[in-house]
Each structure stands twice: as structure tokens, then as C-alpha cells.
């Protein structure tokens, strides 16, 4: 099985921060990579696919970019929505295995 | 509109069998390229892929549940069942269906709570 690793697992931030969060795969997974969100209670939803292209609705402060093992997803200037857990995905392989994901908090 | 949505127990005994429904509309999983898949995600923990269905019957699952795990669709009503044998308290958890056109999970269903207690 593939390894998906983020780090942080945690990060504390204020409103209008920067915030990259990266995520490592354990073999070569080309751009077959997808980011998602999570809110308190809520399904994931679909922020980011194939390494960099933005789900439709998506605001555009969200970016993802990487190739090969390594991968950054990139907000800028947070918003008071955007307090969230985040998992990076592998859709190379299967089994598909999720990274063990980072929560933002307010900081 | 696509939409997804769970249904089964809410309380299973260990040693049982879970099975989960999840019914869906606005696709058809005969169309080339569609599946459905099932995560789970245990209180305050990560998600877990657990399995996937394709739109021509091609089924994979988890390494480490394969053996428990079973998964088959009903194209005609628009379902996927799921099925975990042998249930134990570590398979408490919220499950999840989601579609993937291709290979990205676009749509998620609400998730089912299962806890697994005596």
C-alpha cells in the first residue's frame, strides 16, 4: 500500500495567514493526488484534484501543487471558514489511503 | 443532483455482521468510469478507505479488512451494499459512501454512525 504522510498534523493560524500544508506519498504517485476538507460532524468535501486543479465552487484562495512523492496545499490569507481539518488522498493505487490529516485552528 | 446516502444499524454486536446500504441518485454506476466506494473515519480520528465498486463490477478493498469486507451493487435500484463481518469496538466509526467519477471522489454521502457494543 502506499504511505500518505501530512505534516503538521496541527497548525494554529490567524484570519489572513498564509497556510501551506504538505503531504508525502511513500512511492511515485505522478499527480494522482486529491485534497480535501472536513468540518466538525460534516463528509469531506472535495477542495482540490489531480495535484492542482480547483473543485468547481471552490474558492480560489485554495491551490495545490506537487508531482511524484511530494505535495503542498497552499491558502491564501485564511478565512474564519477555512478552520478545518485537511487529508491528502491517493487515487494512484489501489488500495487508495488517505494521509492521517491536519487540523487548522484558530489561533 | 447527485446525492448519496447511508443507512443500516446504528448499534451492532461484536462478533456480528454490519451491512450498509448506501443509495444514491443523479448517476448511473453502468456508466464507463463511475464507482462507488465506502471510508469510515473512527471518533476523532483519520479517514480509512475500506472498498470500491466499479460501474463494471471490478471490486478492491482495504488490505487489512480484505477478508471482512464485501461489496456489490444493485444497478436497477441505485444501491451499493457493504458488508463487514466479525465486528469489533475498533470498527466504531462514521461510515461514508462517496462516488468517484474516475478517480476522484466527488460526492459524499452524510455518513452513518455505527458503534459496535455489547
Known amino acids: ?107 | 443532483q447527485v446525492t448519496l446516502r447511508e443507512s443500516g444499524p446504528a448499534l451492532v454486536k461484536p462478533t456480528q455482521t454490519l451491512t450498509l446500504t448506501c443509495t444514491f441518485s443523479g448517476f448511473s454506476l453502468s456508466t464507463s468510469g463511475m464507482s462507488v466506494s465506502w471510508i469510515r473515519q473512527p471518533p476523532g480520528k483519520a479517514l480509512e478507505w475500506l472498498a470500491r465498486i466499479d460501474w463494471d463490477d471490478a471490486k478492491y478493498f482495504s488490505t487489512s479488512l480484505g477478508t471482512r469486507l464485501s461489496i456489490s451493487k444493485d444497478t436497477s435500484k441505485n444501491h451499493v451494499v457493504l458488508t463487514l463481518t466479525n465486528m469489533d469496538p475498533v470498527d466504531t466509526a462514521t461510515y461514508y459512501c462517496a462516488r468517484a467519477a474516475v478517480t476522484v471522489l466527488d460526492y459524499w454521502g452524510q455518513g452513518a454512525l455505527v458503534t459496535v457494543s455489547s
Open chain 1, 1 to 107: 500500500d502506499i504511505q500518505m504522510t501530512q505534516s503538521p498534523s496541527s497548525l494554529s493560524a490567524s484570519v489572513g495567514d498564509r497556510v501551506t500544508i504538505s503531504c508525502r506519498a511513500s512511492h511515485s504517485i505522478s499527480t494522482y493526488l486529491h485534497w480535501f476538507q472536513q468540518k466538525p460532524g460534516k463528509a469531506p468535501k472535495l477542495l482540490i484534484y489531480a495535484a492542482s486543479s480547483l473543485q468547481s465552487g471552490v474558492p480560489s484562495r485554495f491551490s495545490g501543487n506537487g508531482s511524484g512523492t511530494d505535495f503542498t496545499l497552499t491558502i491564501t490569507s485564511l478565512q474564519p471558514e477555512d478552520f478545518a481539518t485537511y487529508y491528502c488522498q491517493q487515487a494512484y493505487s489501489t488500495p487508495r489511503t488517505f494521509g492521517q490529516g491536519t487540523k487548522v485552528e484558530i489561533k
